[in-house]
């Protein structure tokens, strides 16, 4: 995928899946974003802290998994690190993103039958392999 200046990262990602009708995937990605909105799960609080950027950012790397969740929900799952001028990173769990030049995702689907369930230890809905 190739995002333009002004795309909503998060909002083309779901765009794209569901007219390619994907359903398990993962994908990678890098670019530069104007507005990033991030988080960090706390596992023992069970709650996310959500803090946002608006500036020039390098999206230096996107990478995140698309899976069907208890509801056959789409879930769409992504970490991103983004560097300052200065060299100086930031990262966490993508909430959503504002491209600001391009931005270059290679997303790979997957023929599985995996899917997330919510997982009561972690307060997160999660892959079960077993």
């Known amino acids: 995928m190739v995002l ?6 998060m909002a083309v990602l779901k765009e794209f899946c569901q007219k390619q009708g994907i359903k398990n995937g993962f994908f990678y990605g890098i670019g530069a974003v104007d507005q990033v909105e991030l ?8 709650k996310y802290s959500k803090f946002q950027l608006n500036e020039p ?11 069907l969740g208890p509801d056959n929900d ?11 001028a200065s060299g100086e990173m930031v990262g966490g ?13 290679f997303f790979t689907p997957l023929e599985s039958e995996l ?9 997160l809905k999660i892959l079960k392999d077993r």
Do not use: C, P, Q
């Open 74 to 84: 789409l879930i769409i799952h992504v970490h991103g690190s983004f560097s300052r």
């Open 4 to 9: 333009k200046k002004s795309d909503w990262v």
């Open 57 to 67: 950012l390098e999206m230096v790397s996107l990478i995140g998994n698309v899976f």
């Open 39 to 46: 988080a960090h799960y706390s596992v023992e609080n069970k």
């Open 115 to 123: 899917k997330k369930s919510f997982d009561e230890e972690t307060g």
């Open 93 to 105: 769990h993508l909430i959503e993103s504002k491209i600001s030049g391009t931005g270059e995702i």
